[in-house]
């Protein structure tokens, strides 16, 4: 699991083995951090091995006669209204959910950071990169999504199989409706980073851009970047059950966290544990993101590191 | 900065047109139909005769040009003649809504006052709670305070509004009854009950849209708060024996506020877009509420007019906001 | 609930609404809630229900249709029939007479010139009418006095009450909109969204997909009524929030289609302050089957015509057993409670004209096996689903994005899946499904599935039209740009036959046995069409609401002016 944690730091610059083993030294010393790790951790196992050791009765004629159970030994979150085990379904579910959400936010984080630092760094290419983002502001999401669906479901399913094209058509159409923000953000940051002393005086020792960008501008952006991130997750998570109401996303009987959440509205007051579930599940993912994130950026300020 | 605001509104021209061209040819290729809400017993010839009259059999470049007409030419001159009684747009066809068949922007001037009141005010409210408490987050890391504003925070943005909204229906309006779930758009306010009245009607939406943006907000703020905490210049106005007051307000907010400015500027076109969810479960008529119903229905030159006048408002907002890049930093130089 | 709404509106019929000591105007406002808000108040430009519902209150018909779907006179003094002489005797015209000093709610008096307007406004050419099959087969509409209106048919015309019948076809004045004939339709802004009406209320403010205000009409032909002085049309939300604004918070007093889970249902009966109301027309909702080959292989052009018969389902043994397995009870108990009742029919009411086919009710399970297994279709490689010839009995089974739609699905998907078919399930945005754009693969037209799921009526008690859907010449093609309404492409030359003598019959008991027969033959006979649940439309009225008949062949506002404040 520690090795996937550092994925938002693909935008970051590689460093020598010993600063990476001093970002780990501090980031270990973060309790929140190391919380979030713990937490997000646990979820995903959860998700991974929860199926394979709970195995409820699942066909619907056997489970039938038990639906709109409340939390009990033989069903611990509960059954939904076909009777089938909410625990199982939250374990399904989440497969797909972390997946979706911590997939798609890299995307969305990499390619507004991309395009954030381009064009806040290179004067020549804010103007069409940033009328390139009002664009994108600017479209109505359900009509693109919809166009996206249409053009491409088949051929993606024909090339690589329904499940994993549909994974792929999501994540990508998350991907690439949420960049814009990140974008927008890192560029207004990066603006103030290239007029500061330090950028200023690497620039006059002749420092190529790359460089400069990689080891002064960018662990500078950390910080927001981090909060995109948290956002994020939340968003994806919840726009994947926003896809799937379009019929854009998963086949119907596929579970997913903001699915359930949505299907349980309407069983609230009678069934409120049905919306509990994954509420606080997809609670749990964003807040354990952002502590990670919120461990990052620190270990990633070597001011704070040096304290 | 004159020269490049006028630069970059002349560059806007084109810019917006070809957005509203991109925009135009998304949601003509768009699967879905304008008779789609028609029941299935009006039998596909009168479908079909239906369509004709509402034009949208015509090849997609000549109505993209008639909408280039009617919104550049045809509405100013309407506009133009109710003003001054001249009668440039006499015989004109004004944009008209496939689903109503009223015009437009009729339709706009109606729901305008409701998204501005309703949702502007949530936004307010939202930035009011969220500044204050990702300064403070950020000035006591990790205390009490900010573990609780992470928490609230969390839970704001991990909680979509059609569960958070459906949530506040349930407590305030079943259980307690202290407000209405439904918003009287009819309401005119003219004296003290009907203000009250008014105030308890927008209570839900308000509450649900600001949460989530103060969620938002609050967590750019204190991030942002946060990396300028250890600036060398923080330390040096410490330094120098100025009050905290003045080293917090004064030097480490004015930096930290680029990007929340991006964040609120984004975040303002939106406010004339309306919360397409929250509109709709209060029965709020905005602009939200107006642009998905649009969708749903494929009324294109609803929705069409929407969209740009929303891209225009992005472009604006973004200008403004690289405006104010400027002054909140001095060193930014655009020329 | 079914047991009250027959015994309400078997009151209704005789006349004994208890309104009727009422005085106009003293009962406050009605307030009304729709999921859908109201587009427009002009039913000819529109078929939306919502739109067709709300301008109910303000534009009548000649004649309405009550909870039984028996003509009751609105605007004319009796019903037109052979005996009394108002209908020829070749059935090529009908003679309305209207009741003497009607006047329109801004005063003027109802001449038959409005209603020869009104069949001039939606038969233009260039209008777009909606309602234009109601004006079907008619010569011409001629005012022979100011109070008499005859409607000539181009030839014997088996069932006369179509134009100016239910609220699907109401008078407009003719002074209001007799610039908005044909292409002026649209424009015609105010008149569409506050027309002039003979109704119980008029408009007196309309904001477009929000609310429609209404005062009572003070030239309405009962003095008495209404007894509400204003009534309101508040639209949006969710089926689920409109139904708590009457039954939980109160704010309303009634709300039309409020489609919620049945265990909601009851919590929200539980607050009581008001209760549910269910009215039962001919929505069925099904499972079609598809005739023909839906295999992405096939070239475009050809893919789903016929052409290609479907490889599995063109064999009724395999379509027998797959309604066989289905329990109908379950589906209604998950999805409809009270709303729904399971039913073997596509025309499951009136009465009179639904077939007894009963024999689907029953889930037969094992027959179902057995009958899979005669028409070869067996387990030879043990991995649990059927094959034959080396092909796999896979199914995609496609509807629309719905709760209830889905939880149907998986229900469905599992007892097929014990039979041992392969099961793939699809959901669609509504508005792309029966959008019917041709370039989309996912309308129901195109059904590029093997099975698909939706519901749909007939809009009249009548069923001729809508039977007549399952001709061979209405399978949706791609020379017809995938337009047509016989979904799954059946084509049988006897039903066409029978359908085409169903066109000459008059005697209503005979129409009644056809129109059974031709039942039976999409049904039990051949299942093409595999029918689940007959579908009711539930709303919701306040305690203190009365008066309130549902009725599902007309407006359920139908009798609007008898509703009164319960004190």
Redo the contacts between chains.
Sequence with gaps: MTDATPAPQTAAPPKPASAAREIWQQFRTHKGALFGLIVLSCLILFVLVGPLLWDPPQRLSDTIRMKNQGPSLKAPFGTDQLGRDMLLRMMQAGRVSLAVGLVAMTIAIVFGTLIGTLAGYFRRLDGPLMRLTDMFLALPLIPLLLVMVMLFRDRIASLIGPELGAFTLIVFAIGITSWMATARIVRGEVLTLKEREYVLAARSIGSRPNRIIRRHILPNVVSPVMVAATLGVAEAIITESVLSFLGLGFPPDFPTWGRLLYDGLQYMQVYPERVVWPGVAISLTVLSVNYIGDGLRDALDPRIRGR | MLTFTLRRLL?AIP?LL??SL??FL??D?????P????????????????????GADQPVFVRYFLWLRQFFWVEPAYVIDHWFGTSWAEGE?RI??W?????VF??IG??LPQTMIVIGTAYLVGILIALPIGIYSAYRQ?SLFDQGG??FA??G????T??SG??F??IF??WL?WF???Y???LNVTDWDSFLKQIRQMALPVMTLGLANAA?IS??MR??M??NM?QDYVRTARAKGMTERIVVLKHVLRNSL??V???IA?GI?SIFGGAIITE????V?GIG?????A????DLPM?QTL?FI??VL??LF?LI?DIL?GFL?P???YD | MKMRAALLGAVAVMGLAPAAFAERGTDGEVKLTFPQAVSIMNPYLTGGTKDIYASSMVLEPLVGLDPQGVMVPKLVTEIPTKENGGISEDMTSITWKLIPDLKWSDGTPVTADDAVFTWQYCTHPEGGCSQATKFEGIASVEAVDPQTIKVTFNGPKANPYTAFVSALSPVLQKKQFEACLGAAAPTCTDANNMPIGTGPFKVTGFTVNDTVSMAMNENYRDPAKPAFASAVIKGGGDAEGSARAVMETGEFDYAWNTQIPPDTQASMLAAGKGQFVVAFGTLVERIEMNMTDPSAELPEGERATAKHPHPILSDIKVRTALSMAIDRSVLVEVGYGAGGKPTCNVIPAPDDWASDNTACLTQDMEGAKKLLDEAGWTDSDGDGIRDKDGKKLHLLYQSTVNPIRQDFQALVKDWWTELGVEVELKAIDPGVFFGGDPGSPDTFQKFYADVEMYANNSDSPDPEVYLGQYQCKNAPSPETQWQGENINRFCNPDYDKLYAELGGVTDVAKRQEIAKKLNDMVTKDSMVVVPLVHRGTLSAHSNSLGGVQINAWDSEMWNVADWFRVK
């Design positions: 560059l810019t070809v957005i991109v925009i998304l949601v290729l768009a699967p879905g139909s008779m789609s809400e028609i029941p299935l017993t009006v039998p596909p010839e009168t479908r079909q005769k239906m369509i004709e009259a509402l066809q008209l809504s689903q109503s068949r009223s015009p009729t339709i109606q729901r990790y992470t928490l969390m839970i943005f991990s909680v979509p059609f569960f459906t949530l229906i349930i309006a079943v009854g209405p779930t439904k009287d758009t009819t938002t967590r750019y991030s942002s946060l990396d250890t680029i990007p400015v991006t964040v984004l076109p709709n479960l209060f029965g008529n509420a107006a642009l998905i119903g969708i749903h229905a494929s929705v969209a929303f891209a992005i472009v973004n906001a890049y930093d060193r930014i130089r």
